[in-house]
């Protein structure tokens, strides 16, 4: 297959979820990962992180993350492990990490550490809270930064306790946007000829997703709390409302699908009633707009609403999660892949959301240091220099 990416090899001192999932990202479409595993604490600590698992050093969490990559097991901290990577620094486009902010420096991957190996590689750095500042030696993990930037003030019922979102959005968004950002040092590299270091940090990116609700303060002054039912904080109806059977999230975020909408619930009045005409109307009476729906939509089942509105209004059912990975639509889209694994047989995942004209790679996640004997092969170690690596816990 020829991949967007192939021909791209990244040196991957990762674990936990970020970092991996940025390199996943990379890996779907092509590039050869390399996740560098420590030889004698188990490796990337998401091989343990609880409570599925496959066996012994694969978790369902590993796998959710590690997927298309490699392993070689590699100590940084040993002096004998420096020229190892550098070896592989001089045959790769990338080293990424997703270490404390202050480790990279220490454990010598940053650009000026390694530019002398290679001159166009590029040093991608995902932190908590950046590699410069006051909290550069600081852990930090997701929910930490959903508190901090606001997140918990905006999530949930008015009159219910701060709640954070039910997934771990800044660690999936912070990998989303460290893979971004180290393709643009990819690019960059390959007209300039020079790598550069790229940071990323959990706290930027949650705050950075605040998007029009830090504009409205900023320059307006304007704080955004919560609203009831996950109500949208200026377009209505954009929100949960209730149907015969439960649930339905109407979203009219224009305003011809306010017209589409009171078309097919048979309330026409609805398009000129000054109470309801406008978004700006609907907003100032959002109270009597949920009551309207609420009693409109309870005459019929959720399905039958989608049915009736047939791609017309912007409507979805709520899901939870066996029904949302059931859902017949996502075997339409083909967005559940199934992964060989040498040990376990079949992992079942969630495709890249990307999408080429040609089938993408569904490797499972890599054993332990399954590559370490060809990637030292490759760099043309002979027997005995392998033996005495292995011998001095280097490699395992």
């Not at 309801?276 to 009597?288: D, S, Y």
Request: with cysteine; proline share 6%.
């Amino acid at each position: 297959m020829s991949l967007p990416l192939s021909g791209v090899r990244v040196l991957a001192i990762e674990q936990y979820g970020a970092g991996p999932f940025a390199t996943q990202h990379l890996a779907d479409l092509g590039a050869e990962i390399i996740k560098i595993e420590h030889p004698s604490n188990g490796g990337d600590v998401g091989r343990a992180v609880g409570p599925y698992f496959f066996g012994e050093g694969d978790s369902h969490f590993f796998e959710a993350f590690n997927r298309n990559k490699c392993s070689l097991t590699l100590d940084l901290k040993k002096p004998e492990a420096r020229a190892v990577l550098l070896d592989l620094v001089a045959k790769s486009d990338a080293v990424f990490n997703n270490l404390r902010g202050d480790l990279p420096a220490k454990l010598g991957l940053t650009y000026a550490h390694l530019c002398e190996a290679n001159p166009k590689i590029v040093c991608g750095h995902l932190s908590a809270y950046g590699r410069t500042g006051s909290r550069a030696a600081w852990p930090g993990y997701d929910y930490l930064m959903q508190a901090e930037a606001g997140y918990l003030s905006v999530t949930g019922e008015p009159d219910s306790p701060p709640a954070r979102f039910g997934l771990s959005i800044i660690d999936l968004m912070t990998g989303t946007t460290a893979a971004m950002a180290l393709l643009a040092g990819l690019v960059d590299a390959k007209t300039s000829g020079k790598g550069r270091d790229i940071d990323v940090s959990l706290f930027d990116v949650a705050l950075h997703n605040l998007a029009y609700v830090a504009t409205w303060y900023l320059n307006g002054g304007v704080v955004t709390g919560r609203e009831s039912r996950s109500s949208h904080p200026s377009l209505t109806p954009s929100q949960l409302y209730k149907t015969q059977d439960g649930w339905i999230f109407l979203m009219c975020n224009k305003e011809k699908f306010w017209g589409v909408l009171a078309e097919v619930i048979d309330k026409p009045s609805w398009v000129t009633d000054p109470r309801f005409c406008n978004f700006q109307a609907r907003l100032a009476n959002r109270e009597l707009v949920q009551t309207e729906l609420d009693a409109a939509l309870s005459t019929a089942t959720t399905a039958q609403w989608l049915e009736r509105f047939g791609g017309r209004v912007p409507a979805a059912p709520v899901f939870d999660v066996k029904e949302a990975l059931e859902n017949p639509f996502v075997a339409e889209r083909e967005c559940v892949v199934d992964a060989e694994h040498p040990r376990f047989g079949k992992v079942r995942g969630v495709a890249a959301p990307v999408r080429i004209d040609e089938p993408l790679p569904t490797r499972a996640a890599p054993d332990l240091g399954q590559d370490t004997q060809r990637l030292l092969d490759e760099l043309g170690y002979g027997a005995e220099r392998i033996a005495l690596l292995r011998e001095a816990g280097v490699v395992q």
